[in-house]
């Protein structure tokens, strides 16, 4: 089992905002992960990481960015809050041949 | 594109039946098959992983995998109120890539 930290859980913010939604994880895990989720709705994975100083856009476009500096740490921001980029953001993180992903609690973002 | 596919449901069955839900996956070369729970409002969690064809069983759930037929499913027995939640199959491809379904939601009643 993986222990996944997020920050902020809950986050209200004016447009236009910067914003950074932290994500650590304890296990060493190689891969890390961020996927965008609105309610009642499906996964979507928007960026991954392989690996330190690795880091590729996932299947749904994002304005959001993140780094992978170190093993443990996958920050995800967003230079310019809208409206529109408000949602719940998951962070995850797997390792191993079987690749099983673990879930962070989650950051819900809402930009008024 | 690789496609990972679940009935939306909602699937309700009563308290202490069974409850079945269904996975299929478009590539072939899958390794790896997991059931995750999510409750309303919060993030995944992993029920159970299967890696090889045949029936995994872990209490109450019992992971079924086919890969003749691209086929992956969960059994709850002795549903209950708690079970209640979106079922999410997620599937890894041979390299590094995991596909998750849309989910299927559950209501058990009692």
């Known amino acids: 089992e993986a222990d996944i930290y997020q920050t902020p859980r809950y986050l209200v913010i004016g447009t236009g905002k910067k914003i950074t939604l932290e994500c650590s994880q304890t296990?060493?895990?190689?891969?890390m992960y961020w996927y965008q989720q609105d309610p009642g709705m499906e996964l979507h994975l928007i960026h991954y990481?392989?690996?330190?100083?690795?880091?590729e856009k996932g299947d749904l476009s994002s304005e959001s960015t993140v780094s992978r500096i170190r093993t443990e740490h996958f920050p995800l921001t967003l230079e310019s809050a809208r409206p529109s980029h408000t949602s719940q953001y998951l962070c995850a993180s797997s390792t191993g041949p079987g690749n099983t992903i673990y879930f962070g609690e989650g950051s819900w973002l809402t930009v008024v | 594109q690789k496609e990972v596919e679940q009935n939306s449901g909602p699937l309700s069955v009563p308290e202490g039946a069974i409850a079945s839900l269904n996975c299929t996956y478009s590539?072939?070369?899958?390794?790896?098959f997991f059931w995750y729970r999510q409750y309303s409002g919060k993030s995944p969690e992993l029920i159970m992983s299967i890696y090889s064809n045949g029936d995994k069983e872990d209490g109450r759930f019992t992971a079924q995998l086919n890969k003749a037929s691209q086929y992956v499913s969960l059994l709850i027995r002795d549903s209950q109120p708690s079970d209640s939640a979106t079922y999410l199959c997620a599937v890894k491809d041979g390299g590094f890539k995991t596909i998750f379904g849309a989910g299927t939601r559950l209501f058990v009643k009692a």
């Open positions: 990481s392989y690996g330190v100083n690795s880091t």
């Open positions: 296990m060493g895990h190689d891969k």
């Open positions: 590539d072939r070369g899958s390794q790896s």
